[in-house]
């Protein structure tokens, strides 16, 4: 079928997209509508004495100046953090009482005190500078390694320990190690990253004063969700009270999947200002108040037999949580990566213990793979570390430990089962396409030029959140075309083309008359995109729409087709679904009988054959697979170039092979800049933000990355319909160890912390030649 499963069908959005007719939030504009700017704080942390707000309410244009007050008077309640997370003695994680404006005190360089609305952007801008705010600056911890001895953030959280997480038996553990013929560590830091989305956050919002309701626009990944936090959760409305739309979005990463302060903010101004209030983030703002990635100090240890069969592993690690607790960040620092720590080889017992602390540093949350990178990284570069110090070729230790088909399902320390795959195939399979026996000839090659080279291999698994329910309805215009609604929001990936070749192929309807609804909570109440859901989420619940309509069709082609109680089957052939009355040549197509339907008012199919489903995911999925990179390094600048990068990826049924390859390519990228350049950085005693633009943050370029040769095996996942296992955050999963193995290979040192930058790399070659 042409424009089916497993088809690389063109990205049918592209082309509003690069005919400029695509529609982001900050396209939306509405008659009579204010602008919002915000007074935030330049310091990391200080108590605020008093707030002056005079000047600004008498600037040109300037319509309100809100404050915590405001919000008070509103009976707005602080966000609250939904990570349903304890520590290892029973108590709940250590909340941060975060109010949409700050109240008393500033935890983070800025920090949102005061909200101005004005006439123009410009005019609100000027008028929130005018703002007077009366700070007295505390002592700060701007780093993670601060934190533990540094000034207290929040009564609440003494020694700013805002958890301390274990899972696993401890005392197996440590009789492992005892007995371990083999063991090794290592330290590693997850550097801090900023999600630099092109599009960057906003809101606009509108209030009815007539009907009591509300509306937001907003960017996001997930209108329901979104709707849920800012209406029960902060507002205290009814969540019938209000509607939230989302149209196209600039990419996510994770970090648009959450509610911040700006969206509740503009709807209380729309109220008290009988105005609709709009607001977009400048760059500056989005570098300090998105919320932030990663940022975890790790030391990992491996204990094995004499044969290299591992027996243990330990992981100590401490997590920021930033100023404040996000919606999920307990959570992603612990159990979103932890569930998985070993990674699919077979280790046996696990003792994972893990604090977060509260900091003077920008929030931190989900960021593409969320805790999956850093449960790989942690696995992988011990493997490397275990196969230096123990002496096993590192790709036969790999070997000894990775379950066979056979031993599928194979049940993990945590009691996550791996349904599926052939692990041990798809690393000979990588390493044969990445030519792995002639990297000795290539090194050699690389010292004659005077560079080092190095090679480096990562073998991952990611777990997916596709568990839950999630609804989806197909629906039939009068002229036969298919509209899918669905609750998962596309940042990018591509969900209109893959949902629309689901249906297509399910249906045998044209692909070119299916358009996919998404973003608008009077639509469909779904869960959002995250954790490499929406494939397995919403997929699942259009084809269960689909079997309704198929359903339905029956009775109905019965009626219509006038069958006298004869069988009618449906049936796609060459692309067309047909229902059929048994024996005879009465027939109508899908379109045909669902405009007959609408048309004719056939009792009891009024509404067609427009059906709903609910999906209930019942277990997580398992992307799987092995990167291979190698480098060439330059002794004499430290700089690192990416000479070959390759992917061998098993997603399971993979409907789209062109959209696959996209989010793989996206993803390794994001990685690489991770591991090469990208670093969120504080300083430790002021907690001001040092790289708070594309100025000092440095973004991977097209010119640093190498050419990426993705290749995929398909092998059905068994627990979910489709057979597919998610794509969305495989490559950023695997790209972070692989780059690090291949430099640390070429440096021929155990390992290097990440961003290994041309100056780390260079120091790391002196201290080489020093020892």
Same mark, same amino acid.
């Given at each position: 079928?042409?424009?089916?499963?497993?088809?690389?069908?063109?990205?049918?959005?592209?082309?509003?997209?690069?005919?400029?007719?695509?529609?982001?939030?900050?396209?939306?504009? /509405?008659? &009579? *509508? !204010?602008? +919002?700017?915000?007074?935030?704080?330049?310091?990391?942390? %200080?108590?605020? #004495? $008093?707030?002056?707000?005079?000047?600004?309410?008498?600037a040109?244009?300037?319509?309100?100046?809100?404050?915590?007050?405001?919000?008070?008077?509103?009976?707005?309640?602080?966000?609250?953090?939904?990570?349903?997370?304890?520590?290892?003695?029973?108590?709940?994680?250590?909340?941060?009482?975060?109010?949409?404006?700050?109240?008393?005190?500033?935890t /983070?360089? &800025? *920090? !949102?005190? +005061?909200?101005?609305?004005?006439?123009?952007?410009?005019? %609100?801008?000027? #008028? $929130?500078?005018?703002?007077?705010?009366?700070?007295?600056?505390?002592?700060?911890?701007?780093?993670?390694?601060?934190?533990p001895?540094?000034?207290?953030?929040?009564?609440?959280?003494?020694?700013?320990?805002?958890?301390?997480?274990a899972?696993?038996?401890e005392?197996?553990?440590?009789?492992?190690?005892?007995?371990?013929?083999?063991?090794?560590?290592?330290?590693?830091?997850?550097?801090?990253?900023?999600?630099?989305?092109?599009?960057?956050?906003?809101?606009?919002?509108?209030?009815?004063?007539?009907?009591?309701?509300?509306?937001?626009?907003?960017?996001?990944?997930?209108?329901?969700?979104?709707?849920?936090?800012?209406?029960?959760?902060?507002?205290?409305?009814?969540?019938?009270?209000?509607?939230?739309?989302?149209?196209?979005?600039?990419?996510?990463?994770?970090?648009?999947?959450?509610?911040?302060?700006?969206?509740?903010?503009?709807?209380?101004?729309?109220?008290?200002?009988?105005?609709?209030?709009?607001?977009?983030?400048?760059?500056?703002?989005?570098?300090?108040?998105?919320?932030?990635?990663?940022d975890?100090?790790?030391?990992?240890?491996?204990?094995?037999?004499?044969?290299?069969?591992?027996?243990?592993?330990?992981?100590?690690?401490?997590?920021n949580?930033?100023?404040?607790?996000?919606?999920?960040?307990?959570?992603?620092?612990?159990?979103a990566?932890?569930?998985?720590?070993?990674?699919?080889?077979?280790?046996?017992?696990?003792?994972?213990?893990?604090?977060?602390?509260?900091?003077n540093?920008?929030?931190?949350?989900?960021?593409?793979?969320?805790?999956?990178?850093?449960?790989?990284?942690?696995?992988?570069?011990?493997?490397?570390?275990?196969?230096?110090?123990?002496?096993?070729?590192?790709?036969?230790?790999?070997r000894?430990?990775?379950?066979?088909?056979?031993?599928?399902?194979y049940?993990?320390?945590?009691?996550?089962?791996?349904?599926?795959?052939?692990?041990?195939?798809?690393?000979?399979?990588?390493l044969?396409?990445?030519?792995?026996?002639?990297?000795?000839?290539?090194?050699?090659?690389?010292?004659?030029?005077?560079?080092?080279?190095?090679?480096?291999?990562?073998?991952?698994?990611?777990?997916?959140?596709?568990?839950?329910?999630?609804?989806?309805?197909?629906?039939?215009?009068?002229?036969?075309?298919?509209?899918?609604?669905?609750?998962t929001?596309?940042n990018?990936?591509?969900?209109?083309?893959?949902?629309?070749?689901?249906?297509?192929?399910?249906?045998?309807?044209?692909?070119?008359?299916?358009?996919?609804?998404?973003?608008?909570?009077?639509?469909?109440?779904?869960?959002?995109?995250?954790?490499?859901?929406?494939?397995?989420?919403?997929?699942?619940?259009?084809?269960?729409?689909?079997?309704?309509?198929?359903r339905?069709?029956?009775?109905?082609?019965?009626?219509?087709?006038?069958?006298?109680?004869?069988?009618?089957?449906?049936?796609?052939?060459?692309?067309?679904?047909?229902?059929?009355?048994?024996?005879?040549?009465?027939?109508?197509?899908?379109?045909?009988?669902?405009?007959?339907?609408?048309?004719?008012?056939?009792?009891?199919?009024?509404?067609?054959?427009?059906?709903?489903?609910?999906?209930?995911?019942?277990?997580?999925?398992?992307?799987?697979g092995?990167?291979?990179?190698e480098?060439?390094?330059?002794?004499?600048?430290?700089?690192?170039?990416?000479?070959?990068?390759?992917?061998?990826?098993?997603?399971?049924?993979?409907?789209?092979?062109?959209?696959?390859?996209?989010?793989?390519?996206?993803?390794?990228?994001?990685?690489?800049?991770?591991?090469?350049c990208?670093n969120?950085?504080?300083?430790?005693?002021?907690g001001?933000?040092l790289?708070?633009?594309?100025?000092?943050?440095?973004?991977?370029?097209?010119?640093?990355?190498?050419?990426?040769?993705?290749?995929?095996?398909?092998?059905?996942?068994?627990?979910?319909?489709?057979?597919?296992?998610?794509c969305?955050?495989?490559?950023?999963?695997?790209?972070?160890p692989a780059?690090?193995?291949?430099?640390?290979?070429?440096?021929?040192?155990?390992?290097?912390?990440?961003?290994?930058?041309?100056?780390?790399?260079?120091r790391?070659?002196?201290e080489?030649?020093?020892?």
């Amino acid at each position: 079928m042409k424009f089916g499963i497993g088809q690389s069908v063109k990205r049918t959005e592209d082309i509003r997209f690069v005919t400029g007719q695509g529609q982001y939030t900050d396209d939306l504009h /509405f008659p &009579g *509508e !204010a602008h +919002a700017a915000f007074a935030r704080s330049p310091h990391g942390h %200080a108590r605020i #004495a $008093a707030i002056d707000t005079s000047a600004a309410q008498a600037a040109p244009g300037v319509i309100a100046v809100l404050t915590w007050k405001d919000v008070e008077s509103f009976g707005a309640n602080p966000m609250p953090c939904m990570a349903p997370l304890h520590s290892r003695d029973g108590s709940p994680v250590k909340q941060s009482p975060k109010c949409l404006l700050a109240k008393g005190k500033v935890t /983070f360089t &800025g *920090e !949102a005190v +005061a909200m101005v609305v004005a006439e123009t952007y410009a005019q %609100a801008v000027d #008028a $929130a500078e005018l703002v007077a705010i009366d700070y007295e600056p505390l002592e700060a911890a701007g780093t993670l390694e601060a934190a533990p001895r540094g000034a207290q953030i929040w009564d609440s959280a003494p020694g700013n320990e805002c958890f301390d997480w274990a899972a696993g038996e401890e005392e197996k553990c440590n009789a492992a190690f005892a007995a371990a013929a083999h063991s090794v560590s290592v330290e590693m830091v997850q550097n801090r990253v900023a999600p630099t989305s092109m599009e960057t956050r906003n809101a606009i919002g509108h209030y009815d004063r007539e009907k009591d309701f509300y509306t937001l626009w907003s960017g996001n990944q997930g209108s329901g969700g979104l709707r849920e936090r800012v209406a029960k959760a902060v507002l205290n409305i009814p969540v019938e009270k209000m509607r939230v739309v989302n149209k196209d979005v600039g990419g996510g990463f994770g970090m648009k999947g959450f509610m911040y302060p700006e969206q509740p903010l503009v709807l209380i101004a729309a109220k008290q200002c009988g105005r609709t209030v709009r607001w977009s983030s400048d760059r500056t703002e989005a570098f300090l108040t998105d919320d932030h990635g990663r940022d975890m100090i790790t030391k990992g240890e491996l204990a094995l037999d004499k044969d290299g069969k591992i027996l243990a592993l330990r992981v100590t690690g401490t997590a920021n949580m930033g100023g404040y607790l996000s919606q999920f960040s307990p959570f992603i620092a612990t159990l979103a990566g932890g569930r998985i720590f070993g990674g699919v080889y077979r280790v046996p017992t696990v003792f994972a213990h893990v604090k977060g602390y509260f900091s003077n540093s920008g929030p931190i949350d989900a960021y593409r793979g969320a805790g999956r990178p850093e449960a790989a990284y942690l696995m992988e570069r011990l493997m490397d570390v275990a196969a230096r110090k123990s002496g096993i070729d590192r790709i036969e230790l790999r070997r000894r430990n990775l379950p066979a088909p056979s031993e599928l399902p194979y049940k993990n320390w945590f009691g996550v089962s791996f349904d599926s795959g052939d692990y041990p195939r798809m690393l000979d399979m990588a390493l044969d396409r990445a030519d792995a026996k002639g990297f000795a000839a290539r090194r050699k090659q690389s010292q004659a030029k005077g560079k080092l080279r190095g090679m480096g291999l990562a073998y991952y698994v990611e777990i997916t959140f596709a568990v839950g329910n999630e609804p989806a309805r197909v629906v039939f215009t009068q002229n036969g075309a298919v509209e899918l609604y669905v609750g998962t929001q596309s940042n990018g990936q591509g969900h209109e083309t893959a949902f629309a070749q689901l249906v297509a192929e399910k249906l045998g309807v044209p692909f070119e008359s299916i358009t996919v609804k998404q973003g608008d909570t009077d639509w469909v109440n779904g869960g959002g995109t995250g954790g490499s859901r929406s494939l397995n989420m919403s997929g699942g619940a259009l084809l269960g729409a689909s079997d309704e309509v198929i359903r339905k069709g029956k009775v109905a082609a019965g009626q219509v087709l006038q069958a006298g109680g004869a069988e009618v089957a449906f049936e796609v052939v060459e692309g067309v679904g047909k229902f059929r009355v048994a024996q005879t040549d009465r027939a109508m197509t899908v379109p045909e009988l669902a405009v007959t339907l609408k048309r004719d008012q056939v009792p009891g199919f009024e509404n067609g054959l427009d059906s709903d489903a609910t999906f209930q995911g019942k277990a997580s999925t398992f992307p799987n697979g092995c990167h291979i990179c190698e480098v060439e390094i330059d002794p004499d600048t430290g700089k690192t170039e990416i000479v070959s990068y390759r992917v061998l990826d098993d997603f399971g049924r993979v409907i789209n092979p062109m959209l696959v390859a996209g989010q793989v390519h996206g993803g390794v990228v994001q990685g690489l800049g991770q591991a090469l350049c990208e670093n969120m950085v504080y300083d430790a005693e002021s907690g001001q933000a040092l790289t708070a633009s594309f100025t000092d943050y440095a973004m991977p370029r097209a010119e640093d990355m190498p050419d990426i040769a993705f290749a995929y095996e398909e092998i059905p996942c068994k627990t979910h319909e489709m057979g597919a296992k998610g794509c969305g955050e495989a490559g950023t999963v695997g790209a972070l160890p692989a780059l690090i193995s291949a430099i640390a290979d070429a440096l021929d040192v155990d390992h290097i912390d990440m961003p290994a930058t041309p100056e780390r790399v260079w120091r790391a070659i002196r201290e080489k030649k020093a020892a």
